[in-house]
Each structure stands twice: as C-alpha cells, then as structure tokens.
T-cell receptor, first 107, second 116 residues
Framework: KNEVEQSPQNLTAQEGEFITINCSYSVGISALHWLQQHPGGGIVSLFMLSSGKKKHGRLIATINIQEKHSSLHITASHPRDSAVYIC?????????FGKGTRLSVIA | DTGVSQDPRHKITKRGQNVTFRCDPISEHNRLYWYRQTLGQGPEFLTYFQNEAQLEKSRLLSDRFSAERPKGSFSTLEIQRTEQGDSAMYLC??????????????FGAGTRLSVL
C-alpha cells in the first residue's frame, strides 16, 4: 500500500465546475504539499500546509491532521487548469509523492 | 532566470552507454534533491544534498547511479551502463532547508531519458 493515496486518478470536468481532489496518507508528516505538473514535466508547488486551510486565487487546500487527509479544491475550473495534480508529504526532508490526479477541464 | 535549471531536457541513448545530467539549483538554496518519475507514476526520491554533503540515498539508487555536488552549488547525476528500465524523467529540486517553512521545494523542468 502506498504511503500517499490520491483519488480520483483521472477526472474530467466541464469548464466552471467545482473540483475536489483528495489525498490520504498513512505516515507521520511535518507538511503536505500540493503540486501541479503540466505536460512536458515541469512541476510547480501550489501549496505547502501543515494545518487548516490555504487559499490562492481559485485554489483552496485543506488538511485534517487527525484524519490524515487533505483536499485540493478548484473553483470555477478552466481549461488551463488541466494538468496532473500531485499530493506529496514530507517528514524531515525527502518528499513522498502520490501518483497524481490527471485533470482535464473541457470548454 | 533564477529558477532551477536542468540540462539536457531530453537525452536519448543506447543501452550500455553512460549518461550525465546536470542541475543548477536556485543560488541561495542549500538543499538539492534528485527524483525519478516514470510514466503514470508520481516522482520517487533518489538522493539529496545539504550543501556538498550527500545525506540520504534511496534504495532505488543502484550502484550504477552516482550523484555529486562538489562545491555545494550545481549537481550532477550519472548513470553508468544504462538499461531500458532507466528510461524516465529525472527531476531536480532545491530548497532553502532549515525548517518546515523553508522546505518548499522548487523543481526544474526535468531531464527525460530514453534508453533504446
């Protein structure tokens, strides 16, 4: 069993829909990261959080430490949000990644 | 450009050849990480450096793999006697280090290796 599990693996949405991607982890962590990966490989860090909730533009990330669960929400989704969204957790240093959720937003 | 840069972006090689990749981190970042990502999977940790010291290596890093960061700035990852299973995206990241808030990792665009 992977230490970091994401769901769903694939997600197709219509433009404007509210999107939720879930991440569960089984190890103790100091922080959880949400990353975005576009075709071609480049990875961008969206959020790093260790408690509560963070918001940046149309993106919202929440974490429940007790339940070892995090969600990434995208409001008013747009085709440019199409990417792979990866959840990763960090203990002391190296990140442990989920397999990613491939999101396609259709106009 | 002050981000993490990796060179080359793509590398095609024949099985059995040696390849070397380079990563230039963000200049003030002490920590440098190497990850490998195969198709449809999330990245997997290979190794990381704190300045010039290699502090941790994954069991994924076989004897054919070696990484260096000689002056605590850029790093190289060498794969000797490449195998088809080495085909993957090799990602480099760097961070300030020194605590949770300083451990946001900034990624390069990666080097995609294809072993024929």
């Amino acid at each position: 069993k992977n230490e970091v599990e994401q769901s769903p693996q694939n997600l197709t949405a219509q433009e404007g829909e509210f999107i939720t991607i879930n991440c569960s982890y089984s190890v103790g962590i100091s922080a959880l990261h949400w990353l975005q990966q576009h075709p071609g490989g480049g990875i961008v860090s969206l959020f790093m959080l260790s408690s509560g909730k963070k918001k940046h533009g149309r993106l919202i990330a929440t974490i429940n430490i007790q339940e070892k669960h995090s969600s990434l929400h995208i409001t008013a989704s747009h085709p440019r949000d199409s990417a792979v969204y990866i959840c990763a957790v960090s203990g002391n240093t190296p990140l442990v990644f989920g397999k990613g959720t491939r999101l396609s937003v259709i106009a | 450009d002050t981000g993490v840069s990796q060179d080359p972006r793509h590398k095609i090689t024949k099985r059995g050849q040696n390849v070397t990749f380079r990563c230039d981190p963000i200049s003030e970042h002490n920590r440098l990480y190497w990850y490998r990502q195969t198709l449809g999977q999330g990245p997997e940790f290979l190794t990381y450096f704190q300045n010039e010291a290699q502090l941790e290596k994954s069991r994924l890093l076989s004897d054919r793999f070696s990484a260096e960061r000689p002056k605590g700035s850029f790093s190289t990852l060498e794969i000797q006697r490449t195998e088809q299973g080495d085909s993957a995206m090799y990602l480099c990241a760097s961070s300030l280090g020194g605590g949770i808030a300083k451990n946001i990792q900034y990624f390069g665009a990666g080097t995609r290796l294809s072993v024929l």
